[in-house]
């Protein structure tokens, strides 16, 4: 049926592995995974990375496959996220107080913690406002 001497293209087109479900990368890469050992596939995978501009993708795989345990430290460190927690007006009151700071040295330590991206302490005022209330009413 081709007279013109071309190949037509018949069944479904395919789609790049990036497209794919996971499935289907899972059954495309079945074969590599039968016909490689995992030290080939972590040297062909670092290769590629380092090959196309992510060296710090391949310095990760490398790091990570070191030694057995060094994957488990690192999947463990991105499970255990901390996350920051400021102090209210209230607990930064009772930090000024049992440290016997003065105003400036509470702003000294508030903009040092900011300049390492740590917004834990409250603006001074609030914590003016926060020691009004510990007032009575009348007063």
């Known amino acids: 049926n081709t007279t013109s001497g071309k190949k037509k293209n018949v069944g479904r087109p395919k789609k790049c592995f990036a497209e794919c479900s996971n499935r289907s990368k899972q059954r495309k890469s079945a074969a590599l995974g039968n016909s ?29 496959t070191s030694t057995p345990k060094r994957a488990i430290k690192i999947k463990k460190s991105f499970d255990t996220k901390k996350s920051i927690v400021p102090y209210s007006a209230e607990e930064a009151l009772g930090f000024i107080l ?42």
């Open 36 to 64: 490689c050992t995992t030290p080939e596939m972590k040297h062909a995978a670092k290769s590629k990375f380092y090959k196309s501009g992510n060296r710090a993708l391949a310095d990760v795989l490398e790091m990570a």
């Open 98 to 139: 049992d440290n016997k700071l003065n105003k400036q040295q509470y702003i000294n330590i508030r903009y040092e913690a900011k300049k390492r991206n740590a917004d834990i302490y409250p603006a001074y005022e609030y914590i003016i406002e926060a020691k009004k209330k510990c007032y009575p009413e009348n007063c």
